[in-house]
């Protein structure tokens, strides 16, 4: 009996120490069963998420319960993204409230879909927009002469973030994705604005004073550099350039649209296709030798310029990818509206393609999963 139990002990020892730990070890039970969830989930299927989906679509604005694509597919997102550009306004950078953002976190939280958190940060130095062309880092580093602008930004990060509970004391978890695409040159904290080691600093800084100043305990670190601009062999040699360290990622992730004007542009779909194949394998890989979640944390083509956008160009590449992909969920943009949008809507021509994407095995959308918070 013993020696039975002792096997059962050693073995339940392995699984724990071989499942991947938050970088947080005081993060809320939710949080952790949330990133096993995730974790257990990138082995098989992919989550399906939308940013904004709660909050509006091509036709609508602001109705609790409506959802782009709940119109077509008759499901709703496994994943919301939600984007924190504009806080301390009463609404963000997208016009959506902060009040509706609250509402929304929680109301998909009761439904068991997942929050992700992105943030067009203003510039703290300057009060311009995320895309400030300005050297900005070093002075909001500690020592630097906009560091109280920034952390008294971090504070309302986390008083926001705190209305994220369920019942008086639940705090909701949430991944927050901070600083993407940080290897580009179009935000103030990309590789244009400052160097690799003031970017890892900052990464640092803000993690640090969220999880010890600040006790946020329900925070999941997503990092997320942009593979839209580079080509695969490029990409492979710098997905890792600002990377702030194991302790302080928890999801290894990557931005790649299809619509993006530069000499890459000019591959062909099937280059196209074939790249993103290649760049989920390689986030896949580095994630597994880490120890870590993968997840294509922003995609799409807005306006889906090609025909069975959502099921040849972007879900037979991912299952290309076969058995070594570990990829936890994909997010698309925004559904601003018929001019500017990621997902087919109700009455657009690639609807049934976009069914068919729901249907297929390997997606998975919130009706498809059961509580990942458990
Ligand atoms: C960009 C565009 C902008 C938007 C920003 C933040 O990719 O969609 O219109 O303001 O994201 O959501």
Redo the contacts with the bound molecule.
Sequence with gaps: MRARLLILFTLSTIWAYAQPALIDDEASKKTKNLYHFLNNVSSRQILFGH??DFSYGVSWWDERGKSDVKEVTGKYPAVIGW?F?GLGDSRN??SVSFLTIKKGVKYAYKLGAINTVSW?MKNPLTGDDAWSKVITVREILPGGSAHANYTSQLDLFAKTIRTFRSGLFGKIPIIFRPFHEHNGDWFWWSKEYCSEEEFIQLWRFTVDYLKNEKKLHNLIYAYSPDKSRFDIQELEKSYLYGYPGDEYVDVIGLDNYWDVGNKYNRNTDEEKKKQLTESILLISKIAKEKNKVAALTETGNPGLKQSNWCTEILLNPLKNAGEESSIAWMLL??N?DKG?FYVPYKGHDQEEDFKSFEQDDATLFLEDIVNPYK
């Design positions: 940013q904004d984007d550009g950078l997208d067009h943009w925004r601003a500017y």
